[in-house]
């Protein structure tokens, strides 16, 4: 878990801002939520042979004995909002959020056990159009931030559940027949969730599978068409992608659309973003059937690639406007109200004013990288005057009103 300092948070303040002006953009509404919830909210959602459920979650009881999860991820709670106020049934909606996350992972770069992510959930909407515009909503992230060319759209369709099941019964047969070639993980996996070893990492699973049936060959007609839908909306935006036949996601709720935006700038931590369609979870958590479709991104994973990438602009704008000191003891009362006046007369402008000792105190005051400062001490008619740098340039005794008028 990290702490963001004042240095870094100026970077997260800039992705953060690009975010909202592109959900913005595309008429999407801020949701808010818990960061704590019940267990078996995460439970029945993700699935509880997922990595999350199983070895990830921060659970606690609190005094009443009730079962709480810090959330590993939004989607969870964002449904069960929504089936609390009534905002799904019958209904489309369209929302994003961004907050902090949390999984007991094993810690490296870019994977940390308090995470933020950002992202966007639509429900009500079945067509492969609103999961045209979850894609296009992060293309458009990606090129506001100048990143597009450094990712890579891979695409994928689960299908129904029940061709999906086809599918697993076909994939445990054959892998089943070669069950001591796998590794131990995916031996594992064989039982509880075999979807999952099409992700496995080794090398020998992953040659294994290229003899394993194909999800593809699976889809039903209803899934297959939608998924035609969907890459022919992204061939006319000009939005290239891979087809990863392989690609299942780790949690369970996922049908159709999935996807994962990679990068190789990242080393192994290499998705920035993934999503998907999850129409049954809505009913599965006690609400109407409804459509579902979203995706979340890595806030850490996105500020390191905008790093390595060297695409954050300076911060100049972060910059003090003015430094403002006493020159000597007693007038700091007065020094106060001075500032009050400029920051109410001068909106936007980052005025911090010198409050410790005063030996030093042009220096002090220049180290702080401030683009103007300014001395103030008593002249000797009693007025309040101030000495103004503007780097070496010097104005000497200029009276308070002439201090605002020169900032
Ligand atoms: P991974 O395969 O990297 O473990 P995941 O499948 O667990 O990712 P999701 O649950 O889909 O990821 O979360 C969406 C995004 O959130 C990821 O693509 C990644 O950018 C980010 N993310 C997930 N877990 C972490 C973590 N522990 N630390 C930092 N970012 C994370
Ligand atoms: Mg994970």
């Given at each position: ?77 964002i449904?069960?909002a ?20 949390f ?39 990606w ?43 995916s031996?594992k ?34 899934a297959?068409?939608?998924?035609a ?20 996601r ?118 702080t990288?401030?683009?103007?400062v ?34």
């Open positions: 878990m990290n702490d963001i300092l004042p240095e870094q948070s100026s970077a997260w303040q800039y992705l953060e801002a690009k975010f909202q002006a592109v959900v913005a953009s595309y008429g999407y509404g801020e949701i808010r939520t818990p960061i704590v919830e019940s267990s078996e909210l995460f439970n029945r959602s993700i699935g509880e042979v997922t990595d999350i459920v199983e070895k990830e979650m921060y659970c606690f009881e609190d005094r009443n004995g009730e079962r709480l999860a810090l959330r590993p991820e939004g989607t969870a709670s449904v069960r929504g089936i609390e106020h009534g905002l799904l049934f019958n209904q489309t909606q369209r929302f994003w959020y961004r907050g902090p996350m999984r007991y992972e094993k810690p490296q770069k870019g994977r940390y056990r308090q995470f933020q992510q950002i992202g966007v959930e639509a429900f009500g909407m079945a067509g492969a159009d609103i999961d045209a515009e979850v894609i296009l909503l992060c293309a458009s992230f090129r506001s931030l100048g990143i597009l060319d450094s990712l890579t759209l891979e695409l994928n369709s689960l299908g129904s559940n029940s061709a999906r099941e086809q599918y697993q019964s076909a994939l445990v047969q054959y892998l089943s027949e070669r069950k001591e070639q796998l590794d131990e993980d031996q996996r064989l039982l509880s969730n075999p979807l999952r070893i099409l992700d496995s990492k080794e090398q020998s699973t992953q040659a294994l599978l290229d003899g394993a049936p194909n999800l593809t060959d699976y889809l039903d007609e209803e297959a068409e939608h998924f839908s969907l890459r022919s909306i992204l061939d006319a935006a000009g939005i290239s992608y891979k087809i990863n036949p392989r690609l299942v780790g949690l369970d709720y996922y049908n159709k659309t999935v996807f994962e935006w990679t990068t190789d700038k990242l080393g192994a931590q290499g998705t920035v973003c993934a999503g998907g369609r999850y129409d049954g979870m809505v009913k599965q958590l006690g609400g109407k059937a409804t459509a579902a479709v979203g995706m979340a991104m890595g806030t850490e994973r996105l500020l390191l690639m905008l790093e390595t990438l060297n695409v954050v602009p300076d911060q100049v704008s972060q910059n003090l406007d003015l430094y403002l000191a006493a020159e000597d003891k007693g007038l700091q009362g007065e020094l106060m109200l001075i500032a009050e006046q400029l920051r109410s007369a001068l909106p936007g402008l980052r005025i911090r004013v010198h409050c410790s000792g005063l030996k030093n105190v042009l220096n002090k005051a220049r180290q990288g401030a683009e103007k300014a001395l103030v001490k008593r002249a000797a008619d009693g007025e309040l005057v101030a000495t103004l740098w503007h780097g070496e340039e010097v104005i000497r005794d200029i009276s308070i009103a002439q201090l605002s008028s020169s900032l």
